[in-house]
């Protein structure tokens, strides 16, 4: 399938404040994660993305439109969920969903009934008579996400959508996120800073740092890195003895922690001789798995490569 969104060397400025500086990248089908800290320049590339403003240099595409001169259409082909809550308090929930899929072009009774579907799907068909002012943070959260899939977009932006919840809550909703894309058929571009919950449902990650891409790709190949392969090994306790005992068969080891130590891999004679100094040591083993590096992992490297900063 053809990219959902294409960005190249975007560019934008608040001012004397450039928000994007060079951001070049692509979103394709399923989930993808746009990560970075406060100010990196999340809303600011979602804002472009709905055509709400314009870009100061660089080429930008959703669904094959240029929003500075499609804008309109895109956002009929669009949902958006902000991050701060400005649902209206005393209009009940299915009104308000009803409502906003109209805006974006569905017929009044379609509407309604699209209204009533994706609440039911979401968990909210007994409060969907509700006033949204009535709701718990993490039922308004579930409104915010009808609204934007109502009128079934081809994309949905999602700015922080686990913003305020519990880790109950944060759980569900990261698997109603997972469904709208992979059940539902809808892309999902998620922006946010918790890097954790979006590399446990993004299929691919976009990581702004000061408004430029300093890593972009699956979550795939980003936790493979660049490095030399690893092992994990896992043991019940003794990992200093057994990095004792591979370091005298001189293999490269660093000690985690008592139950923990990491292996340089380096073929099948690595897990021999992990396997001779378990056995040598009698030390019982609960896991050997290759290592794989976090998203903070990839987010930090990446960052420091751009400053020039030694790495941590």
């Known amino acids: 399938m053809p990219p959902v969104v294409v960005a190249e060397s975007l560019q934008k400025n608040w001012g004397s404040t450039r928000a994007l500086d060079g951001a070049t990248f692509t979103v394709g089908s399923g989930v993808t994660g746009l990560l970075g800290a406060n100010g990196s320049g999340k809303t600011t590339t979602l804002g472009l993305l709905l055509g709400m403003h314009n870009p100061d240099g660089g080429t930008l595409s959703v669904l094959g439109m240029d929003p500075r001169t499609h804008g309109s259409e895109i956002r009929g082909l669009v949902g958006y969920a902000p991050e701060h809550d400005a649902l209206p308090p005393d209009v009940r929930a299915y009104e308000v969903v009803a409502h906003l899929a109209e805006v974006r072009g569905l017929p009044r009774r379609e509407a309604a009934g699209r209204a009533s579907d994706v609440l039911f799907e979401l968990g909210l068909g007994e409060e969907r008579l509700r006033p949204v002012g009535t709701m718990s943070t993490g039922q308004r959260q579930r409104v915010k996400l009808a609204q934007a899939i109502a009128h079934d977009p081809e994309l949905v932006l999602l700015d922080e959508p686990t913003n305020g919840l519990d880790p109950v809550q944060r759980e569900e909703m990261l698997r109603l996120v997972r469904r709208v894309a992979h059940e539902m058929g809808i892309n999902v571009l998620l922006s946010s800073h918790l890097l954790e919950e979006v590399e446990r449902i993004a299929d691919d990650v976009v990581i702004l740092d000061q408004g430029r891409t300093v890593a972009a ?24 003895r057994l990095g004792k005992a591979l370091s005298a068969a001189r293999v490269s080891v660093t000690v985690v922690d008592a139950s923990r130590l990491v292996v340089a891999f380096a073929g099948d004679e690595t897990y021999d001789a992990i396997r001779d100094a378990l056995a040598e040591e009698e030390i019982p083993v609960r896991r050997i798995a290759h290592r794989r590096e976090t998203l903070e992992d990839v987010f930090l490297a990446a960052g420091d490569a751009a400053t020039g900063a030694a790495p941590r």
């Open 217 to 240: 790709g699956s979550v795939v190949d980003l936790q493979r890195g660049e490095g030399p392969a690893e092992l994990l090994v896992e043991v019940d306790d003794g990992a200093r």
